[in-house]
């Protein structure tokens, strides 16, 4: 897959066969109006490309409004529709002025101009351009002057993707990372850097590497206790999926103030301070809860370890 990051700057697609969302989380859902992509691309003897757009337009078009948490970063989402055997991906800058284009401009100025499409793939309920007054019947008319089909992504697979994404979102929020990683199609997985924590976990046997999240947009799942495997940037380490548990929470036992992730790597005692881990959940172990003291903390990090193990094996 060739991504694309300048729109003034691109090859002239073979037949292209095109479609535009954000598909954050590239989910089964997702995977199916790929599947439709690539079937027509097949026939047509040309190019899938999926037209995506950074930052999410909701961060532009209701700006100061609720905050949008994605379930992947762009790098991320790249990771991903690489391995779906899509051919080009362009992510288009979503502005202030892009979001002001017309419907009709929408149409002649920057899918025809820019892509020539063969075939266009879309939801019959998909609008554009300002006001959301561009659609799917627009769309087909201009389909007659501009030379291009409009093929429709069927209403149920259109349903399963708009289910699968609220049901993942709420289902990483309550912690059932089962009912998330099942819509998915894989695990749920996030990056970040290993910051400096306050060292408590050592003097329990049981050390943490604390990591800080770079991207506010990410989805962080709700607070407790889950089992992980990490992978760590640093190649050197030889050993590319550790196995550990984590914690999101704001530790009652200890302070019960700021939240944190922090993760307990098993067999494993590098110095990784400012090393990215990307971090892949597979299991929610147990609720966040206020322990008596650190002993019984301790108590129960063992039976932690000892379920993350089995669920990890």
Not at 89 to 108: G, H, Q, R, S, W
Not at 130 to 141: A, F, P, Q, V
Request: include cysteine; proline fraction near 4%; aromatic fraction near 8%.
């Amino acid at each position: 897959m060739t991504v694309h990051n300048d729109i003034h700057n691109l090859p002239v697609f073979k037949n292209a066969v095109i479609t535009i969302g954000t598909f954050d989380g590239v989910h089964t859902g997702h995977q199916q109006i790929i599947a439709l992509m690539r079937a027509q691309s097949a026939a047509a003897k040309g190019e899938t490309v999926i037209i995506t757009f950074h930052p999410h337009p909701r961060k532009i078009i209701k700006a100061g409004e609720s905050p949008v948490f994605l379930l992947n970063t762009l790098d991320e989402k790249i990771e991903l529709l690489e391995r779906s055997g899509i051919d080009h991906l362009v992510v288009v800058p979503f502005t202030e002025d892009f979001a002001n284009l017309t419907a009709e401009e929408y149409i002649k100025d920057f899918l025809i101009k820019t892509f020539h499409p063969h075939s266009i793939i879309i939801g019959h309920d998909h609008h554009f351009g300002k006001g959301r007054t561009g659609n799917y019947k627009l769309l087909e008319e201009k389909g007659i002057e501009f030379n291009y089909t409009v093929k429709e992504i069927p209403a149920h697979t259109l349903e399963e993707v708009a289910i699968s994404s609220t049901k993942i979102r709420n289902a990483l929020l309550s912690g059932d990372i089962d009912t998330a990683n099942t819509c998915l199609g894989y695990s749920y997985f996030f990056s970040g850097t290993v910051v400096e924590g306050n060292k408590l976990g050592r003097t329990i046997g049981y050390p943490t590497a604390n990591i800080q999240i770079e991207n506010e947009d990410k989805l962080i799942p709700g607070n407790g206790v889950y089992a992980v495997s990490i992978q760590t940037s640093d190649s050197k380490f030889q050993i590319p999926n550790l196995k550990g548990m984590m914690n999101i929470g704001v530790r009652p036992t200890v302070d019960g103030s700021k939240r944190t992730i922090e993760v307990n790597i098993f067999d494993f005692d590098k110095d990784i301070y400012g090393k990215t881990l990307t971090i892949t959940i597979k299991k929610h172990l147990r609720n966040e809860e206020k322990f008596a003291g650190l002993d019984a903390l301790k108590a129960q990090l063992a039976k932690d370890k000892e379920n993350s193990l089995k669920a990890l094996h």
